[in-house]
Antibody, heavy 120, light 110 residues
Framework: QLQLQESGPGLVKPSETLSLTCTVS??????????WGWIRQPPGKGLEWIGS???????YYNSSLKSRVTISIDTSKNQFSLKLSSVTAADTAIYYC????????????WGQGALVTVSS | QSALTQPRSVSGSPGQSVTISCTGT?????????ASWYQQHPGKAPKLMIY???KRPSGVPDRFSGSKSGNTASLTISGLQAEDEADYYC??????????FGGGTKLTVL
């Protein structure tokens, strides 16, 4: 059974960089030619797609966050990561990692989510 | 990328059917058969209920069904049960390897 688990600091100061890692277990991150993604959800609000990447390194970002986001992959550790720079209180959210289906028609496996609070 | 439009809330009694709509544009929902639906209970991660417009993952009851007409995708839940009370989000591929979500719909089982 494929499992995803987010990890990283739960508190980040304004203007600093948020960093999260998603560890994939149960299968190789580079098998099956899947895409992997990050999604966030501010407290009490809806879901927002942040970006996705392919195991060979191609990345795709939400245009509203593109200037601040970097998603990368480490196939040796079966992990992919998110960095969001120059954070503000508006970036406070639960951050989820997930796997996209072959057709990009759904996100079939999700991590449990990691709450990141931006505060001094 | 503008968010897809969903009703803020819907409700129904046990045993009834409810339909949640998700309206996009000819650049996302209308352009691709890549709409999906997620169920989210409080404090939990979203769970995939429908993908590729009308396909159900293994383990999802057949009371859940999806469809699409033009720029609008729909999720229908028949035989409503108390445990169906949750937030539901739609999602669509929007081209150029991007994805867009709906704002979410709160389903109340009366």
């Amino acid at each position: 059974q494929l499992q995803l688990q987010e990890s990283g600091p739960g508190l980040v100061k304004p203007s600093e960089t948020l960093s999260l890692t998603c560890t994939v277990s149960g299968d190789s991150i580079s098998s099956g030619s899947f895409y992997w993604g990050w999604i966030r959800q501010p407290p009490g609000k809806g879901l927002e797609w942040i970006g996705s990447l392919y195991y060979l390194g191609s990345t795709y970002y939400n245009s509203s966050l593109k200037s601040r986001v970097t998603i990368s992959i480490d196939t040796s550790k079966n992990q992919f990561s998110l960095k969001l720079s120059s954070v503000t209180a508006a970036d406070t959210a639960i951050y989820y990692c997930a796997r996209l289906t072959y057709t990009w028609g759904g996100l079939d496996y999700w991590g449990q989510g990691a709450l990141v609070t931006v505060s001094s | 990328q503008s968010a897809l439009t969903q009703p803020r809330s819907v409700s129904g009694s046990p045993g009834q059917s409810v339909t949640i709509s998700c309206t996009g544009t000819s650049s996302d929902v209308g352009a691709y058969n890549c709409a999906s639906w997620y169920q989210q209970h409080p404090g939990k991660a979203p769970k995939l209920m429908i993908y590729d417009v009308n396909k159900r993952p293994s383990g999802v009851p057949d009371r859940f069904s999806g469809s699409k007409s033009g720029n609008t995708a729909s999720l229908t839940i028949s035989g409503l049960q108390a445990e169906d009370e949750a937030d539901y989000y739609c999602c669509s591929y929007a081209g150029s390897y991007t994805v867009v979500f709906g704002g979410g719909t709160k389903l109340t089982v009366l």
